[in-house]
T-cell receptor, first 116, second 114 residues
């Protein structure tokens, strides 16, 4: 069975501070994918990034960066110089690799509140 | 940019009534999903659909639920006899099958069962 744990339920920061969201996963699969989705107050789920289990390179996209460490089963997400528009719930998710179409298993989400 | 479209955005129904939630996945996508999110909780998988049949379903997806792709563009979720605990946000998602399982979600339908 797969499991994703986001231990931080809510993080509050002041604008321009950095914020790191933790994600720890469990899986018996040797091939898998990890994802981050953003859920702004409007409610939709917005895809941010996918990482496969063979690729442990860190990734940076603008103010967003991701740190994947297979040794600790973690896939953490950092927002640098946070902005009010970053206020949202962020979900980490996991799926089996291999064949397309596998379901996503989500963590409980971390609510980020960025204050001006 | 192509997107997944869900209607209605909010559905209110009486307990015991049937509801149909509608989704138009991204054109040319091959895999379709329904997830639900009870208020304040995590997003939970309900069912996946490929090649006109269910490929996987969760234990939540019992006999009260069914899915259909009636016309090659719509993808529907039917709840036959709604219960209070079915109140949730229901998300539809689609996946091209080419992008290593990236699922794109619609804006959701909020179902309120009274």
């Amino acid at each position: 069975a797969q499991k994703v744990t986001q231990a931080q339920t809510e993080i509050s920061v002041v604008e321009k501070e950095d914020v790191t969201l933790d994600c720890v996963y469990e899986t018996r699969d040797t091939t898998y994918y990890l994802f981050w989705y953003k859920q702004p107050p409007s409610g939709e789920l917005v895809f941010l990034i996918r990482r496969n289990s063979f690729d442990e390179q860190n990734e940076i996209s603008g103010r967003y960066s991701w740190n994947f460490q297979k040794s600790t089963s973690s896939f953490n997400f950092t927002i640098t110089a946070s902005q009010v528009v970053d206020s949202a719930v962020y979900f980490c998710a996991l799926s089996r690799g291999g064949a397309a179409g596998n379901k996503l298993t989500f963590g409980g989400g971390t609510r980020v509140l960025v204050k001006p | 940019e192509p997107e997944v479209t869900q209607t209605p955005s909010h559905q209110v129904t009486q307990m015991g009534q049937e509801v149909i939630l509608r989704c138009v996945p991204i054109s040319n996508h091959l895999y379709f999903y329904w997830y639900r999110q009870i208020l304040g909780q995590k997003v939970e998988f309900l069912v996946s659909f490929y090649n006109n049949e269910i490929s996987e379903k969760s234990e939540i997806f019992d006999d009260q639920f069914s899915v259909e792709r009636p016309d090659g563009s719509n993808f529907t979720l039917k709840i036959r006899s709604t219960k209070l605990e079915d109140s949730a946000m229901y998300f539809c998602a689609s996946n091209s099958g080419l992008s290593k399982n990236i699922q794109y979600f619609g804006a959701g339908t909020r179902l309120s069962v009274l």
